[in-house]
């Protein structure tokens, strides 16, 4: 500042000359940046004018190549909820009727009494917030695409790997799916994985299954038929029906564990504000959703129906056989479900309470496109084999995981 000049002439000055600090350095940066924003721009996009100049980076081909597969994931998980919905979900909430829709056409829920009546066992409020979860992923993938149209990218759509039986429990709709959730392996590492205070995976750290025989073989999460709805002759839950609903409710937390983790991964590589903003959203309802299903998972029953069995884990056992876990009463207590402190970017930075991973490697895209895979929400019982959609979710999260942000 002058010598003699007053605070108040200085800024009259200088927003009289267009010159205040903030414009200096926006010009400054806008000046030694052109050629890097010039190769960076999206096609047809450009950078906004006046306020969203001084706020905002250009669209960048790595975040619409995120956007992408975004909302190919949604698509994938809308699929698999609706599943869900359509044989547990809730037929009303309160006073009004549930009005679950995809493209303008009503799904019908809560097809399976017996089923729900099972799911009940974990939470009575299971079939509602079956219901909301499902309304939710349709909702993400549909704004994601819409969102991909209205800066001129194509939207996404997977449909026409959508040839995979349904559930043939009656009333269901025999079209055909994208996901199989009558042969599942689910990872239930997560439940240690976030009551661990000494590991995280984004730096080597692994983990017991809290659910070993889920980890092993093949599982129905729905009834795949009318026959796994029968009751016991006194009108009780059969064990394999029980089964079927535990394995459900241990699914739906592995479902949204992914979710928690993928969006802040991906959230490191977006130039964009706004779609900054549109991933930190979005990813906020999918930990909301996992929060809520990792304590109902911790209310499955301890029984065991043929070679899966349920554990109980508040047993202060390791579940595990030969079991590694130094402290198991902590490590697999079912009401630990907040995020214990562990180590995050530096042990000298002392523990914290995080959502883990969040690395590109553990928690990325290829990684969650695996993850699915490993799952066996892909596989085609016809023919023991994945079906194509592997090969083109496995492109689109390859695009988004080389996505770097570019200011």
Not at 84 to 102: K, P, R, V
Not at 210 to 220: N, S
Not at 295 to 324: E, H, Q, R, W
Not at 385 to 403: F, H, Q, S, W, Y
């Amino acid at each position: 500042m002058k010598r003699g000049l007053r605070s108040s002439q200085f800024s009259e000055t200088c927003n009289a000359n267009g010159t205040n600090r903030r414009a200096f350095l926006t010009n400054g940066m806008v000046a030694a940046g052109a050629a890097t924003i010039g190769a960076t721009l999206l096609p047809g996009t450009s950078m906004a004018s006046g306020r969203e100049e001084e706020d905002h980076a250009p669209i960048t081909k790595g975040d619409i190549a995120i956007l992408t597969f975004l909302s190919a994931l949604e698509q994938v998980e809308a699929d698999l909820w609706i599943q869900y919905a359509e044989l547990g979900g809730a037929t009303n909430q309160g006073l009004s009727t549930i009005d679950l829709e995809l493209n303008g056409k009503k799904i019908a829920t809560g097809l399976a009494p017996n089923y729900i009546t099972a799911l009940e066992v974990l939470d009575g409020d299971m079939p509602q917030y079956i219901a909301d979860n499902t309304d939710d992923e349709i909702s993400h993938h549909r704004f994601l695409n819409n969102y991909l149209a209205s800066k001129g990218a194509k939207p996404i759509d997977l449909g026409e790997f959508a040839t995979l039986p349904p559930s043939k429990v009656s009333g269901v709709s025999q079209t055909g799916r994208l996901t199989n959730l009558k042969q599942l392996t689910v990872d239930t590492t997560w439940w240690m994985r976030y009551r661990s205070t000494i590991a995280n995976p984004d730096f080597g750290g692994t983990f017991e299954n809290a659910v070993p025989a889920l980890a092993k073989g093949q599982h129905p999460a729905i009834p795949v038929d009318d026959g796994d709805l029968i009751l016991n002759s006194d009108g009780s839950i059969p064990n394999h029906l029980q089964a079927i609903a535990n394995t459900a409710g241990f699914h739906f937390a592995f479902i949204e564990q992914g979710g928690s983790s993928l969006y802040p991964a991906l959230a490191q590589k977006v130039t964009n504000l706004e779609v900054l903003r549109v991933l930190l959203s979005i990813g906020g309802s999918e930990i909301m959703h996992f929060q809520t299903w990792h304590d109902k998972a911790g209310n499955a029953t301890n029984i065991t129906d043929g070679d899966l069995s349920f554990p109980n884990l508040n047993s202060g056992v390791d579940p595990n056989p030969n079991g590694t876990s130094v402290n198991p009463a902590d490590d697999f207590q079912t009401n630990l479900i907040m995020p214990e402190p562990t180590l995050f970017l530096n042990a000298k930075l002392g523990p914290v309470s995080i959502i883990r991973p969040t690395s590109t490697a553990q928690g990325g895209a290829v990684a969650s496109v695996v993850s699915f895979v490993d799952d066996g929400l892909f596989l085609d019982p016809a023919t023991n084999k994945n079906t194509g959609i592997v090969d083109v979710l496995m492109r689109l999260a390859e695009e988004a995981d080389e996505a770097r942000r570019r200011f």
